[in-house]
């Protein structure tokens, strides 16, 4: 499992990252066991919190072993090996198999038109080429079959998934590519290489660790969508899942498709994993930093140009028109603001409760992980990043069926969601406080300590006070996660709680697309903040 603590969350590591120069501050503090750097005295305390996260983060798996073990092998076969799960699984493969290669195909050829090419506009094109991220993947459904009612099937899933999903592929993507050495492609072409064969030698093979890390994510985000394939009724194992979970109450029947979804996530990482391989590519020495010179487009220019204006009109302009279409058309009605405030207010008290809690949860994994990383610290981690892979659907299940059985009076409450949150967004914190805590030198931990400070005492008021812009941006994203998270939250969700995703799915369900149209317009505003972060970190990490 340890590609999946050097990956942890793809989108997260996108635009944190943790800095080498802050390695030589915590040696002093280390001393030398095994050829390994480990604390002398790691606090019991953080490690014992670090401990019970990880155990918490198993719950999902555990529910699913649990589940195979106690339905029997007679009753799972049976409700395994049946046409409907080969359909489901035939759906879900031809997707993956036709999204992920052709957003890999368009972040490319984007990422290559606005960072190599003299593109009229491009750093114009480069954050409309990210912005689609502040659009939820189902509201991109609800515009397009808005427009054309008609559109349904693998074909119409492909279309959206790919508009909804490729600048998962061209963040970071972009971001490599700014990164590259220009000297490596000047030799090629010394050498008789053309354009083409230079970038297919060269500069493609250099590319692969943020093509397989993006479409791992976008691979992920393709098992656990639920509200897109919905509306275009396109049936994927988590449609199913709570199809049979809501209408039928069948448990058996959707735990054993979770089980079968939960292979398929195994499968995608460990296909993600191969596909990495072991090779690297870095530079030999400091070299003379400068930037790659923009390859002219001459008279390719206005075809070149009419990529990045179809892909802006079809991700941005179709949601946006349709939104605006659905508001005058309802007028003033669809603005129930009896309705709408409670809704804002329950999805922000869920965000920052979730970001809280999840970040608090994440400070002893992520304090472990700076300064005292061994064996079992990372197998610990590892258990955090296998939970933020898993669809909310099988969360959502896990946690439906321990609180029913353990601990009922949880069952259906605010606590249960919160818990949810924790188990599916905790990468996303852990990874942004990883990289704040690597750059608070330890010796202040100890100059505190040396002055009276508990351990506890340093570790609060010394190291997270300087890692607090980190967790800042950790918390940011959970919350960013919690507001367009639908699936948990339609499952636990206490009777009377109405966020703006699943008021908005309410009234999408019962075809009242104007009086749907807020909540997707107030989403999309609460989104484009952390989408605008998103870039301009990734700008930022790529020395831009």
Same mark, same amino acid.
């Given at each position: ?341 409670? =809704?804002?207010?329950?999805?922000? *008290? %869920? @965000?920052?409760?979730?970001? &809280?809690?999840? $970040? /608090?949860?994440?400070? #002893? ?107 800042? =941006?950790?918390?940011?994203?959970? *919350? %960013? @996660?919690?507001?367009?998270? &639908?699936?948990? $939250? /339609?499952?636990?969700? #206490? ?50």
């Amino acid at each position: 499992m340890r590609y999946l603590a050097e990956k942890g969350l793809c989108l997260s590591a996108i635009f944190v990252s943790l800095p080498a120069a802050s390695t030589p501050a915590v040696v002093s503090h280390l001393q030398p066991t095994g050829g390994r750097l480990r604390l002398k005295r790691p606090l019991s305390w953080v490690a014992s919190a670090a401990l019970v996260v990880a155990l918490l983060a198993l719950v999902p798996l555990g529910f699913v072993v649990w589940v195979a073990l106690n339905t029997g092998w007679p009753t799972a076969s049976a409700l395994i090996f049946r046409p409907r799960v080969a359909e489901l699984l035939l759906n879900t493969a031809l997707l993956v198999a036709c999204t992920v290669p052709l957003c890999a195909v368009l972040a490319v050829a984007l990422a290559w038109l606005t960072e190599r090419s003299d593109l009229p506009g491009a750093r114009i094109w480069s954050w409309l080429a990210v912005a689609p991220l502040a659009v939820p993947a189902f509201v991109h459904s609800y515009a397009w079959i808005t427009v054309a009612p008609g559109l349904q099937g693998l074909a119409a899933g492909v279309l959206v998934s790919v508009i909804a999903y490729f600048p998962f592929l061209y963040l970071p993507v972009s971001a490599t590519l700014r990164r590259l050495d220009p000297g490596m492609e000047d030799t090629a072409a010394s050498l008789g290489l053309g354009p083409w064969r230079v970038f297919f030698r060269v500069v493609l093979p250099q590319l692969r660790l943020a093509l397989c890390g993006g479409a791992l994510l976008i691979g992920l985000h393709l098992l656990a969508e639920y509200g897109l394939y919905v509306m275009i009724r396109f049936d994927t194992f988590t449609t199913a899942i709570v199809d049979q979970f809501q209408s039928s109450y069948n448990g058996p029947a959707a735990n054993m498709l979770s089980g079968v979804l939960v292979l398929c996530c195994f499968g995608l990482l460990s296909l993600e994993s191969w596909a990495r391989g072991d090779a690297r590519y870095a530079r030999l020495g400091t070299g003379a930093a400068r930037l790659p010179l923009r390859r002219r487009l001459g008279g390719t220019t206005a075809l070149c140009l009419a990529l990045p204006v179809l892909v802006t009109a079809l991700a941005l302009g179709v949601p946006l028109v349709t939104l605006v279409r659905w508001l005058v058309a309802g007028g003033t009605s669809v603005w129930r603001l009896d309705e709408i405030w409670p =809704a804002v207010w329950q999805t922000l *008290a %869920l @965000g920052v409760s979730g970001a &809280l809690l999840t $970040t /608090l949860a994440a400070v #002893p994994m992520a304090w472990l992980s700076i300064r005292a990383p061994s064996r079992f610290q990372r197998v610990l981690e590892a258990c955090n990043y296998l939970v933020g892979s898993l669809p909310g659907v099988v969360v959502a299940l896990a946690l439906v069926t321990v609180t029913v059985r353990v601990a009922l009076p949880i069952y259906q409450t605010a606590v249960t969601v919160l818990l949810a949150y924790l188990l599916m967004f905790l990468p996303r914190a852990l990874i942004s406080l990883r990289a704040g805590i690597a750059q608070a030198p330890v010796e202040l931990e100890h100059a505190a300590r040396s002055l009276g400070r508990t351990p506890a005492q340093a570790l609060w008021a010394i190291t997270m006070r300087l890692a607090a812009p980190s967790a800042a =941006a950790g918390a940011a994203l959970v *919350a %960013l @996660g919690i507001t367009t998270e &639908l699936t948990a $939250t /339609l499952l636990l969700a #206490p009777n009377g709680t109405r966020t703006l995703a699943t008021a908005f799915w309410a009234y999408s369900s019962e075809i009242d697309y104007a009086a749907a149209a807020p909540y997707a317009l107030i989403m999309v505003l609460l989104s484009l903040p952390m989408t605008w972060l998103l870039y301009t970190q990734s700008k930022r990490t790529a020395g831009r």
